[in-house]
């Protein structure tokens, strides 16, 4: 685990320089593993339903970017993966989604686990007005992960490598994680998402609210994650999807119009609403 | 060149318009200034009354513990001066004799306080026989009388005799019953606003408890007053006029104020800070004990001290469960005869003579200062810690 994250650093410290972009469709020689799955899921606030019959593959160590207008639904389904859904009284779903062939919504299931298994990063950063320490070291403390002094310090300083942060704080640990830029603040989040050593990231656009010069940050650093975590991010601006995701799915009124490896998706969408939307037509 | 933007002067729609304007601002001055000169009125008033309380003219005499001291305090104090020494200072002379015999058949000198109608002389508020203001004048003059701080204002209880009456008494019967109230009202309304603001589903109960929270804080006060007399004093038996009961009755009254002003320090916490705990998988208990009470307890606490301050200058539902009552001994338990500082400006507010006008006034002066203090309080804690997020 420690060699692997020294690794995961100087690697992104090397390509913090220079840009790098695989294209996608080089990457996918073999079948990918599907990591989580959606099948016919609906889902309902109150009596309007926002989500209809949903099938979804997301693959392991791949992002999956999904796009569409404002108020398709694509956001709503992410927040279906950790069952965030849980939290607005009225929402009610059918359907199912799978973590590795267990039913996330089986009533046996414990939301509180189900979440140390599948993170979150939101859109606008949320770090609690603690210090970038606390920030960091709370959910793995919550969680028995990290007990000892030492053994938080190491996962500190390994989440905020990941995050590609360390360099920036590690002299200031004791700041109030809120006093950090706004990419920085968003950093610290994936910081805080990774401690917790999920399998699943979901990111609901999480680079809305930054500059352009934080937002490439923040996508490299996507890039980098990928090799370790499972990623599902909302995101608005096509271009991002097109370099950060593997796999997009394409949403409106709560349908899925079209789902396909994203070079594809973008180049020679089979649908015409998908069309439609990436060359700007409508949404 | 034609000139389009300086023709106002001649456009009645716009000279209108600004007449309007000029006379609604000039109402609204008007009206902050009528309300600042009656706040200053106010408090010119009752300083000018008041201040004099906090000062009290006192003798200095030869007390002689003869032997007809021994039975009746007066006769230790020079014949020509007992109109003048207060009866207050020689009363506990036969006692004094009694537990020290030794002072039998001895004298020495002392300051005492005067009279009180001699004091009120001193500080021009009252009229006395033409021969008692020669004497008074020359022992004046002679510098056998003066004036102090009057510290017994602040360190003894009620007396009949307003040289003697203090607010201690009254004091630490408010602390007591402050601090009833907080440790009845605080946790139980504190709980309570977590419950239905972070638990809580939304639902028709729910609904109707908070409609109707909302109206008990509406409530006058006395009603509390009675409430409390009908549940503490006669189901539970709790003793009358103690600070127990009256710091049950104002928690009753303080209750609504802290559940409301808590709530709404919860509410105030970003939504955002609540769904980044559950996404790391923290349960609904987590996400409020390590979020959401840290960042909201500033607003609970001012909420708090606010509700406790208006309790404080709280009368009414005192009365109606015995609180008024005359203590001149500061009670040592919750359980004792109490009264409050309110209740005491009110019982010397009542009395007909004319010392106790100042002493009512010196009584409003130092509550106000409690009041202002805990408000400043209030507002310096929510200062200091408002939004760190």
Known sequence: METEVKNTTSAGAATMAQKVETPPSERQTATPEVKMSASDLNLWYGDTQALHDINLDMYAREVTALIGPSGCGKSTFLRCLNRMNDLIPQVHIKGNVMLEGEDIYDPSVDVVQLRTFVGMVFQKPNPFPKSIYENIAYAPRLHGTGTSRSELDDLVESSLKRAGLWNEVADRLDTPGTELSGGQQQRLCIARAIAVNPEVILMDEPASALDPLATATVEELIHELKDNYTIVIVTHNLQQAARVAGYTAFFHMGRIVEVNDTDTLFTNPKEQRTEDYITGRFG | ?389
């Open chain 2, 1 to 389: 060149m034609q000139r389009r933007l300086t023709g106002s002067a001649n456009d009645p729609l716009i000279r209108a318009r600004y007449r309007r304007e000029s006379r609604f601002k000039a109402y609204s001055i008007t009206a902050l200034f009528v309300a600042f000169a009656i706040i200053v009125a106010f408090f010119t008033d009752i300083i000018s009354q008041g201040y004099s309380a906090f000062w009290r003219a006192e003798i200095e005499v030869t007390l002689d513990y003869n032997e007809r001291a021994e039975r009746i305090g007066r006769f230790a104090i020079p014949e020509d001066l007992r109109e003048i020494v207060s009866r207050g200072a020689v009363r506990s002379i036969p006692l004094q004799i009694r537990n020290n015999p030794a002072l039998a058949g001895t004298s020495r000198t002392e300051w005492v306080p005067v009279y009180s109608r001699i004091d009120q002389y001193l500080k021009g508020k009252e009229e006395l026989p033409p021969a008692l203001v020669r004497q008074v004048d020359e022992l004046k003059a002679a510098g056998v009388i003066r004036t102090t701080f009057n510290w017994a204002f602040f360190t003894s209880g009620d007396s009949k005799l307003p040289e003697l009456a203090g607010i201690f008494s009254a004091a630490v019967g408010s602390l007591l019953v402050l601090a009833v109230t907080l440790v009845f009202a605080f946790p139980i309304g504190v709980m309570s606003a977590i419950y239905l603001e972070e638990f809580a589903p939304d639902n028709k109960l729910t609904q109707a408890i908070e409609v109707n929270i909302n109206n008990l804080a509406a409530v006058p006060s006395i009603i509390f007053g009675l409430l409390g007399l009908a549940v503490f004093i006669n189901t539970f038996g709790v003793p009358r006029s103690s600070a127990l009961v009256g710091g049950l009755t104002l928690g009753l009254m303080t209750l609504p104020i802290i559940i409301i002003s808590t709530r709404a320090a919860l509410r105030a916490v970003p939504d955002p800070i609540r769904l980044g705990a559950f996404a790391m998988g923290c349960s609904r208990w987590q996400v409020v004990r390590d979020h959401v009470l840290p960042l909201s307890l500033p607003g609970i606490l001012t909420g708090t001290i606010i509700g406790l301050a208006q309790a404080m200058g709280e009368t009414a539902p005192l009365i109606i469960v015995g609180m008024i009552a005359y203590i001149p001994e500061a009670p040592t338990s919750i359980f004792e005869s109490a009264t409050v500082l309110p209740a005491q400006v009110f019982t010397w507010a009542s009395e007909p003579r004319k010392a106790f006008v100042e002493k009512t006034a010196a009584g409003i002066i130092v509550l106000l200062a409690i009041l202002l203090t805990l408000n400043a309080t209030a507002v310096f804690l929510r200062r200091k810690f408002e939004r760190r997020w």
